[in-house]
């Protein structure tokens, strides 16, 4: 049995249309292509976890609808165990609504749904899991009271920690000290650190000074450039590979999917994310969220083309 990674997150179904640009506030435009897809931080790394051939289980509250009952249908067919998701009868399941525009940028309104209303009391049935978990990845599109409880669950039994604090919240010294590896965006470096972020020197100062919190890695991903890694009291960028952005939607969420199955399978940090920063070159290449996620086959191969073991 492979080791474990365990998924704490959102599960939003995606509605993506594609423009020749953003539209202003109180802007119409006439878009071109419509997908609706499944998507939401949480299940958009567990897929792509998954995908990559890491053995994931899924911690998700859904509605209890069709939205929810095809995404959950969905997890299994990409071979994640759904054991630990729960249905909520009286609310809707999360809906995000994304516009894309010709360089492949996205502009993202979420409607939470059940995703707001997953508490500690229904991540009993997963605290085993966590316990015996090789990783635990979170983020911060449900409430931060069960992000907390999770980290605080794998923490006591020392278990890694991989939090992408995203969308951008303030987090406390104590929580922060608890995580193995932060992922963040330029954005929520920021808010994080109190640095702004303009140039690779500033995201440096902002990965130490996240660093001084207790955090043992620090990964600020930075889009086409590539993802600075603060590790050991050095910092390195690690250079994305070339490519033409089609749609940059789950980038974020694949390269963390694809960090949790290297670090499972005991790659060290720079492997790790060399591997993630190649994945995550490859799913901003397809249009969509989970739809846009690489197999590991197709990784494999683009990392050999690049001389990559």
Request: one cysteine or more.
């Amino acid at each position: 049995m492979k080791p474990s990674i365990v998924v704490v997150g959102s599960s939003n179904t995606d509605m993506v249309v594609k423009a020749d640009y953003l539209p202003r506030p109180g802007e119409t435009i006439l878009g071109g292509t419509f997908i609706m897809n499944a998507g939401g931080k949480g299940a958009n790394q567990a897929v792509a976890a998954a995908r990559l051939g890491g053995n994931v289980t899924f911690v998700v509250k859904t509605g209890d609808d069709i939205f929810g009952q095809s995404a959950v249908k969905l997890f299994g067919a990409e071979g994640i165990d759904t054991s630990c998701a729960v249905a909520d009868p009286t609310l809707p399941s999360g809906v995000a609504l994304i516009a894309v525009d010709a360089n492949g940028e996205n502009s993202i309104v979420v409607a939470s749904g059940a995703n707001a209303a997953l508490r500690p009391a229904d991540l009993q049935n997963a605290a085993p899991k966590i316990e015996k978990a090789a990783l635990l990845l979170v983020q911060l599109e449900i409430p931060l009271i069960t992000v907390e409880y999770a980290i605080n669950l794998a923490a006591k039994n020392k278990i890694k920690v991989v939090l992408n604090p995203a969308p951008a919240l303030m987090l406390t010294d104590e929580l922060l000290a608890k995580v193995s590896i932060i992922t963040p965006n330029k954005t929520e470096a920021e808010l994080l650190s109190g640095i702004k972020v303009t140039s690779l020197k500033t995201a440096e100062l902002a990965a130490k000074a996240i660093a001084a919190k207790g955090v043992e890695t620090v990964i600020v991903t930075l889009g086409a450039q590539g993802a600075l890694v603060h590790h050991n009291n050095e910092c390195k960028l690690y250079p994305a590979p070339l490519c033409k952005a089609v749609d940059t939607t789950a980038a974020g969420d694949v390269f963390n999917g694809a960090l949790a199955v290297a670090l499972s399978e005991g790659k060290e940090i720079a492997g790790a994310v060399t591997f993630a920063c190649q994945a995550a070159a490859l799913s901003v290449c397809k249009l969509g969220a989970q739809s846009s996620a690489p197999y590991r086959v197709e990784l494999d191969a683009a990392l050999m083309a690049a001389g990559v073991n």
